[in-house]
C-alpha cells in the first residue's frame, strides 16, 4: 500500500508514521488479492484543543473509496478506532459483494434449471 501521511498543524515524527503504518498493516493484510499499485491511504494527524489528536483518513483500494476520522486524547487510540471502522466499512462491502455475485449465480442456475 502507497501511503501519503501529512499534517497541517504538527510536526510529524518517524515514529508517528511508523505508527501509523503498523496501524495500517491490518487493512494492509485484507488488500493481498488486490493488483500492486493499487491501494493508497492518505492519513492527515492533527493536533486539535483540549490536548487531543484528530485522524483524517482516505482509503483508495482499487478504486473503492473509504473515509473515516476520529479525535482522541492520544495518537495511537485515534488511529486504531479509524482502522476499525475502515476494516467494518470494508467487510460490509465485501459481504454486499459476496450476496450480489451470489444472486446472480442464483439466478443463472435457475434460467438454466428452465431451459433444461
Known amino acids: 500500500m502507497q501511503y501519503q501521511i501529512t499534517s497541517d498543524n504538527i ?3 518517524p515514529s508517528m508514521e511508523a505508527l501509523t503504518k503498523e496501524k495500517f498493516e491490518r487493512i494492509e ?3 493481498k488479492n488486490l493488483p500492486e499499485g493499487s491501494c493508497f491511504a ?3 494527524l492533527n493536533a486539535v484543543p483540549d490536548d487531543r489528536f484528530e485522524v483524517r483518513a482516505d482509503l483508495d483500494l482499487n ?3 473509504y473515509f473515516s476520522d476520529e479525535t482522541s486524547f492520544t495518537l495511537e487510540n485515534a488511529l486504531v478506532v479509524v482502522v476499525e471502522e475502515l476494516l467494518q466499512m470494508i467487510e460490509k462491502d465485501s ?3 459476496r ?3 451470489l444472486k446472480k449465480e442464483e439466478a443463472v442456475e435457475d434460467f438454466l434449471a428452465e431451459e433444461v
Do not use: E
Request: aromatic share 0%; charged share 45%; glycine share 6%.
Open 95 to 97: 459481504i454486499v459483494q
Open 11 to 13: 510536526d510529524l515524527s
Open 63 to 65: 478504486g473503492k473509496k
Open 99 to 101: 450476496r450480489k455475485d
Open 29 to 31: 493484510s485484507r488488500t
Open 42 to 44: 492518505r492519513v492527515v
